[in-house]
Structure formats: C-alpha cells, structure tokens
C-alpha cells in the first residue's frame, strides 16, 4: 500500500516531465540549426537545394498549419455551437436505432465488454435497440447471456441473431443489413455499424442521434477513438499517436461537412442509405477497375466502401470529436509484423478507394476534401525526402549536411506532437519521436508498393485472409512484371530528383556535358604541334640545348596530344631529357638530319633519354602508368671516348603504349633501349650501333 501511495505523485508529475522533456528535445535542435546557420555550412546544401527545400517546407507546413487552423474553428466555435443545440433536443425526439454488429471468435472478456456497453447506453434511450449481431453459435449463446443479464425482459435491446459460418466481415454486415431492411423500420431509423471489439462510452447513443435530427442532409457520421492495446507497448503508444493525429485532421475535414473515412469501428448512417439494397452489395461484393490487374474484389476496408458509397451520393459525413469509442487490440507474435500488416492494409484501402473519389470531381466532394484526397498521394513522396538526403548524405560523408537536416527534425516534429496531443486523454511521450519518424517514413515506402500492387490484399488479423493476383500463370506474370517495373521506375526518378537536391548530380550541366563528351569522344583527337626551333632549341651553335628542350617538355599541358618537331642539325644534350607526360610525341627530320649528341656520362644520368611516370616524393612510388609515346626519325649519340663510363640510350619504365620508329641508335655505351614494366611497345626501323 505505501509503496503504491508513493509512486501517485510521481504518475501525476510524469506527463509534465514529457513534456519538459519534449521541449528540450525540440530547443536542442534549434541550438543545433543556430550553430548550423552562418553562410559557409550552409553552403554545402548548394542555393538550388535550399530554395528548394525551403518551398517543399513551407508549402507542408502551411498545410498542415492549415488543418489544425481548422480543426481548432471547428472544435471550439462551429462544433461547440452544434454541440448545444444538440443537447436542446430532448431524448423523446431522437429516432429509433439499430446496430450491425459482427463479431467472430473475439475473446470472451472482449465480447463482454463491447455487448454489456451496448446493453447500458441502450438503457439512455426511450425506444429499444434493435441489435443484429451475426457470429457463431457458442457465440449468440454467449451474448444471450449477457444481455439477460443487463437487460432481463429485454426492453431495451432487441436481439435479432444470425448464425456466421465465417464468410467474413463484408458478408456479416450486408446480411445484418439485409435483415433489417425485412422489418420495415421507420423511415427515421438511425442505423450504426461496429466491430465486435468495439466498446462505446457512456452517452455515445445521446450525444451522437441528435445530429441526424439536426442536419437532413448528413448521411452518416463517426466518433472519436481510443486504443486499448494488450500485448505490446510499441503498438499501444503507435496507436495513441494515430489517433490524436485522426482527431485533428477528422475535426479539420468535417468543418467541410465531408470526411475522408468513416471508420468501421463505430459509424451511424440514416436507414434511407444503409438500407438500401445497393449498400449491403457494396458491402459484400465491392469492387475494383483496375487498369492493370483488372476487375478484383475488395478483401477489408469496408468501412472505406461504405464512406465512397454516400459520398458518390452527395450526403454530408460529420465527425463527433466529444464522442469516444474505445478499440481493444491483442497483440500477439512479431510487433513490427503486426504494425506492417496494419499499414500496408490501411494504405491499400486508402488507394484502392482514393482514385475512385478523385474521379468523383470536386462538386460533389467539395473543393477542400478532393485536395486533400490528392495531398494523399503527394504525401507520399514528400515525407521521403529527409530521410533520402539523410542517405545520400551518410555515404558521402557530409556530416554538416546531416547535421542540419536532424536538427531541423528535432526542432520540429517535438512541436508537431505537442500540438496533435494537445487536449488528449492520451499521454505525449518521447517514444511517440522516432515512432513518428519511422511510421511516417516506412508507410510512404508501403504506399509506393502498394499503389502499383492494389489487387494483392492481405487481412491478418481476421482469419489470414489473402487476395492474390487473378488470371492465368502468363497474365500473372506480366501484371506482375509490368507492376515491379513501375514501382523500380518510380523509385528511380525519385533518386534522381534527391541526387539533384544534394548535388550529387546536376542535369541541366551534366545532361549537355554528356552531349558533348559523345561529340568529342566520336573526334578524332587534334594534335597540338609545337616547333622546337621556336622555343629556343638552335642546331649546330654547341650549345647546351638540354635545359630548354626538358623545359618545353614540363611546360605541355597535362591534356591532350603534343608533337614536338626537332630541328635539321645537331642538338647538343648536356643533361638527360625526361619524359613523365602521357601522349608526347618526339618527332625529328629523319636519321642523320635530327641527331642528339650526348655529352654526358653515367654519373649524371643512366640513360640519355628516361621515360617514366612522376616520382612522388611523400609516397615514394611512381604514379600511375605513362600512356602513349612516340619517337620517331632522329639519331641518337652519344658523344664521350670508348673509356667513359657508358650510357643506355633510351629507357622506357612503367609505359603503356609506345611506338618507336625510324631511330638510329649510334655508340651507345651500354644498352641501346631498356624496357621496365612497360606494355604494348612498338619498334620499327630502329637501327642500332652499339660502341661495344
């Protein structure tokens, strides 16, 4: 008892450490974005990536600024003026009302508590309820029970039973339809629809009938949701966060008087639409044109089918946010199992039913509800690129780039579930962070899957239904194909667009650079001819003519092709000529017109005329490979006595591609040419005279 008693405070003070800590989360990211902010860090995003991202920003979060604008003048002026005028009705005016609700092989504390809150709120009402339940036998005996005992001459409920063999949801809800449509109900009859693990709270069936009394016009309405989760925290408080996010969209929707879903948990229509014959066969048999897969059933979603059913129709759907309808979840086996089947469910739903509405055309949607069934889609893509740049960012290494953006997710997402959790029974928790950011960010991926993919269905949750692709082993694979080849190219233009964002890539420069590569590359290369003569190379003055001919060699540039012509005569080398550059060509007048005389001996050099890559004097290795060398039509001599310590003429070392032609080799001390590691070495008409 007194351990109990000391930790009440602690639970009292603990939503507000939450949200302390919440807070700080968020000011650390903007401590983060001021540190972030000068002009050089900046700088690394690139202008175009920030003028663009700054617009996607802006346009998302004036969006969303927007709904919660609206959600707000709904909730506190337009609803709560309803709201009062609805409690003006007195309880003898509401009209009659009847309950669909299905329910197959629940657990039996659930089963208890969705029926004996029935039982209860019917008790609120001046007219019986009439309640179709449809399930299995062991089940009908049970509910019997239940009922007996809240209700026991049965003047509130009226129980109308009907055995299930298990054909489903879809099925179970048109035949309760059906059944009520045989008892000639007042034209006035309110009908709900709910799940069998669906329990409704105290003043749901008051606060919700007045509505249908209020507003002719109104087709049907939903209500407010809270989970309760058994099993698994992570789903409870994933659960917790979609809801608070519904409460706020559905309060901004209805301010429209349309809505985009009304949920199959707990949902009202008038009789005059749930019991027409063409409801309960929507219910059952809905349907899908697809381009690709063709004409497929709808496995789930009914709840999706019915909403397009009266929304084609053109009645108003309201939604009733001081309404709470408490949905129970078991949990069982794999959470991330779980939470994936849920979303790629609800995400195919929300396709399969969204192209339908779109096509119905913003008069008979409403201006506001068509953009925002087409903001579903755009959605989509937006909500992928942070954590795309983040990836791109991670392998290139760009630590500031990735700074900036977490900073700003820090900054703002704290914000964003401060205002969503807002006025909440639920409690805002750190967790509810980096639930967000992966439930937002893997959903989008589900959604690219799945809005190529409508027809493959799956609903683990009720049995392990499943829907696979229909038609013959040949069809099914080219819808399939055609299916994957969509998602790959989707994903693909995606990519790019990110690769542009980080600068990765840049189509209006690369795309023409491309062009002009393929224009210069099918050119044959231009060879850029230099006149030795001309760069103070002179003939037959005994000269040192070394120095400015190893100068011009330095002096080329590191590109293209570069043929030197050496001059008619005698051109004295006091020193070696070496070559590191690739495509050089050395190119004299002919053996005995161009002649190299050699005036130097081994211990200057080993060789007259050294062909090599650059040495580089940190690694201490040669650099790469010299590719592309010619020599052609010139003698070389050299010129010291037989007793001098000999020289190799030509050595070529770490060479790739070499043509040798037309060389006369003459008194050459040691070897006339030395290959080292060297490739593709082509000699032709080289003359060689050794001294010895």
Not at 35 to 60: D, F, K, Q, T
Not at 471 to 485: H, L, N, V
Request: net charge positive.
């Amino acid at each position: 008892m007194n351990k109990f008693a000391a930790l009440k405070p602690l639970q009292k003070l603990s939503p507000y450490l939450n949200w302390m800590l919440m807070l700080s989360i968020s000011v650390l990211g903007f401590i983060g974005l001021k540190l972030l902010s000068n002009p050089e860090r900046l700088a690394i995003l690139g202008l175009s990536s920030l003028m663009v991202l700054g617009v996607m920003g802006s346009w998302r979060w004036c969006w969303f600024g927007l709904q919660l604008l609206r959600s707000r003048i709904y909730l506190n002026w337009v609803f709560a003026r309803w709201r009062r005028r609805a409690n003006r009705i007195p309880v003898t005016n509401l009209p009659p009302l009847c309950i669909v609700a299905p329910t197959f092989k629940e657990k039996p504390w659930i089963t208890e508590r969705v029926f004996l809150a029935i039982a209860q709120e019917a008790k609120s009402l001046t007219q019986p309820v009439t309640l179709v339940i449809v399930t299995t036998e062991p089940e009908i005996v049970a509910i019997r029970e239940l009922l007996k005992s809240e209700d026991p001459d049965s003047r509130f409920v009226n129980l109308i039973a009907i055995a299930d063999p298990g054909g489903g949801k879809r099925k179970a809800l048109a035949d309760g339809l059906r059944e009520l449509a045989r008892l000639n109900l007042p034209p006035e009859t309110i009908v709900a629809l709910m799940d069998g693990d669906s329990v409704i709270s105290p003043g749901t069936l008051r606060k919700c009938l007045p509505f249908f009394e209020m507003f002719p016009k109104m087709g049907a309405l939903t209500t407010d949701e809270m989970p309760i989760v058994v099993g698994s925290y992570l789903f409870s408080e994933w659960l917790h966060l979609r809801f608070c996010q519904r409460h706020l969209y559905m309060c901004s929707h209805s301010l429209s008087q349309k809505l985009l879903c009304l949920t199959g948990r707990f949902s009202l229509y008038r009789s005059e639409a749930a019991l027409d014959p063409t409801f309960a066969d929507v219910l059952e048999n809905d349907k899908l044109d697809d381009w690709l897969w063709g004409n497929f059933k709808f496995l789930s979603g009914d709840d999706k089918s019915t909403w397009y059913w009266v929304l084609q129709r053109g009645y108003n759907l309201l939604y009733i946010p001081d309404v709470m309808v408490y949905t129970i979840e078991t949990i069982s086996g794999s959470f991330v199992d779980r939470a994936y089947q849920n979303i790629r469910r609800w995400s195919g739903n929300m396709l399969r039913n969204g192209n339908r509405a779109i096509a119905l055309g913003p008069n008979k949607t409403g201006w506001f509800i068509w953009y925002c069934l087409l903001d579903q889609r755009l959605s989509i893509w937006t909500s992928l690129i942070a954590p795309g740049l983040l990836l791109i960012y991670f392998f290139q290494t760009n630590w500031t780039a990735m700074a900036i953006i977490w900073s700003w997710i820090l900054l703002s997402r704290p914000i964003m579930l401060a205002i969503v959790f807002w006025g909440r029974e639920s409690h805002l928790k750190p967790i509810h962070l980096p639930i967000l950011l992966i439930a937002q960010w893997s959903s989008s991926l589900i959604k690219v899957w799945t809005q190529m993919n409508l027809a493959q269905q799956k609903w683990s949750n009720r049995g392990n239904q499943s829907q696979a692709v229909a038609g013959s082993r040949w069809e099914r694979w080219a819808k399939t194909t055609t299916s994957r080849f969509l998602v790959v190219s989707q994903m693909f233009s995606f990519v790019i667009f990110l690769l542009c964002l980080s600068k990765v890539v840049n189509p209006i420069q690369d795309l023409p650079g491309l062009w002009w590569n393929s224009q210069v590359l099918a050119q044959p290369p231009i060879t850029q001819i230099i006149e030795a003569i001309d760069r103070g190379i002179l003939p037959n003055d005994g000269q040192d003519d070394s120095a400015p001919l190893q100068a011009l060699i330095n002096s080329l540039p590191s590109k293209g092709i570069v043929q030197i012509n050496l001059p008619i005569g005698e051109i004295d080398l006091f020193r070696p000529i070496e070559i590191n550059r690739s495509n050089t060509i050395i190119k004299g007048q002919g053996m005995g017109r161009t002649i190299l005389q050699a005036h130097f001996s081994r211990k200057l050099a080993e060789a007259v005329i050294l062909i090599r890559p650059r040495f580089s004097k940190t690694l201490l290795v040669s650099q790469n490979k010299v590719k592309n060398i010619q020599l052609r039509s010139f003698t070389l001599l050299q010129m010291l006595s037989k007793t001098a310590s000999g020289l190799d003429g030509i050595v070529l070392e770490n060479v790739l591609h070499a043509e040798i032609k037309n060389l006369d080799l003459e008194k050459i001390g040691n070897h006339s040419l030395i290959l080292r590691k060297s490739e593709d070495i082509n000699s032709e008409y080289v003359s060689i005279n050794s001294s010895r």
